[in-house]
Structures are given as C-alpha cells and as structure tokens.
T-cell receptor
Framework: DAGVIQSPRHEVTEMGQEVTLRCKPI?????LFWYRQTMMRGLELLIY????????DSGMPEDRFSAKMPNASFSTLKIQPSEPRDSAVYFC????????????FGSGTRLTVV | RKEVEQDPGPFNVPEGATVAFNCTYS??????FFWYRQDCRKEPKLLMS???SGNEDGRFTAQLNRASQYISLLIRDSKLSDSATYLC????????????FGAGTRLFVKA
C-alpha cells in the first residue's frame, strides 16, 4: 500500500494567488481529514469527510478555504486568495472507521505564501 | 483548560534511560486513545493505541486510567532514534466525532 499521497510536497506562492492541495487516501478508508500544522497552534483539524461527504468543516478558517472530495480516491483543499498567514504544513490523513484504528497521515504539503 | 494536556517538555535523556510521558484529557466521553510520534519536518505516525488493560510493544508501554482521565507512555532503554515529538491523541463521540491532538512533548535522547 502506498499510503496517503499528497501533492505537491512544497508550494511557494504569492499572496492573492489560488493554491490547490491534493490528496489520495488509502484505498478502503472511509474517512479523510485535512489538518494544518504551525508552530504556534499545533495540529488543527480543518475539515473531514466520511464516504466522500463533508461532515464537519467548522475548522475551516474562512471562506477563502474550500475542500472537495469528488470520489473515494481523491480530495482537494483550495485556498483562494492565499495570504501569508496561511503559511503552514497541510496534512491529509485517512482512517478506517474513524476512531478505532488511528489515522495514517500523508507526508504533507509545506505551503509558503509570500 | 485544554481538552488534552501533555507534559510541556522538552525531555533530555541519555541513551538507555527510561522516560515517561503523561497526558490528561477532560472529556469523560472519550472513546479511544493513541500515541503518535512525529519526527522533525515529517508527518505524525501512529505509534500505538492505548487500551484500558495497558499494552506493550517492545520497549514501549502505554497505559490508560479512565477514572483519572490519564494516559501514559513509557519508553525503556531509550535509543538515539527515539528522539522525536510524542503526541497524545483522544477521540470522543459527543454528538459528532471529535479528535483532539495534544501539543506534543519533545524528546531528545543523547549519546
């Protein structure tokens, strides 16, 4: 199993540009999570999906953030327009039956907005 | 009060030492518990689940005390490669699934 695959690994963009982060979860996992990690705030849950349906997006900071999961093997997190304070590492994670087995994280996308 | 609190760290220990991490949680409806390890500039990785009966995996022992709402991780005979941040994670179902990550405790093992 290739694990959770995220792309790109690194993204540097200018303020105001659109950024799209991509994630392929582990096949068979029914939950997908998007997290953001910074030194100041640690790991923050942005949104999670169950069977491709968004369940809780209360962690999405603003309307500039949106996430989709068009099928079981693909999800995107979009920031439009991006701002310097969005600079962070964004992790995608997937799990089977949510609480029972823990998460598998992708290697993350390190986003820098200048 | 934070929902999940960990020792602030960092812990600096010599190779071969035994080190213990503690974690407390505030939600009595919490259902499942985990320890994750995160290396510098890497993703968190599941280290072990924590069961009420306690569980052991090689040099690592995890324990859960539901009455005190307390989780621990013990590392025996620590290695240089154990240097990382250890995250306590608590799952609860309180009208909706909720996962809380602790802030993590940094461990440095020195030769």
């Amino acid at each position: 199993d290739a694990g959770v695959i995220q792309s790109p690994r690194h993204e540097v963009t200018e303020m105001g540009q659109e950024v799209t982060l991509r994630c392929k979860p582990i096949s068979g996992h029914d939950y997908l999570f998007w997290y953001r990690q910074t030194m100041m705030r640690g790991l923050e849950l942005l949104i999670y999906f169950n069977n491709n349906v968004p369940i809780d997006d209360s962690g999405m900071p603003e309307d500039r953030f949106s996430a989709k999961m068009p099928n079981a093997s693909f999800s995107t997190l979009k920031i439009q327009p991006s701002e310097p304070r969005d600079s962070a590492v964004y992790f995608c994670a997937s799990s089977f039956r949510w609480a029972n087995y823990g998460y598998t994280f992708g290697s993350g996308t390190r986003l820098t907005v200048v | 009060r934070k929902e999940v609190e960990q020792d602030p760290g960092p812990f600096n220990v010599p190779e071969g030492a035994t080190v213990a991490f503690n974690c407390t949680y505030s939600n009595s409806a919490s259902q499942s518990f985990f320890w994750y390890r995160q290396d510098c500039r890497k993703e968190p990785k599941l280290l072990m689940s924590v069961y009420s009966s306690g569980n052991e995996d090689g040099r690592f022992t995890a324990q859960l005390n539901r009455a005190s709402q307390y989780i621990s991780l013990l590392i025996r005979d620590s290695k240089l490669s154990d240097s990382a941040t250890y995250l306590c994670v608590v799952n609860a179902n309180t009208g909706g699934f909720k996962t809380i990550f602790g802030a993590g405790t940094r461990l440095f093992v020195k030769a």
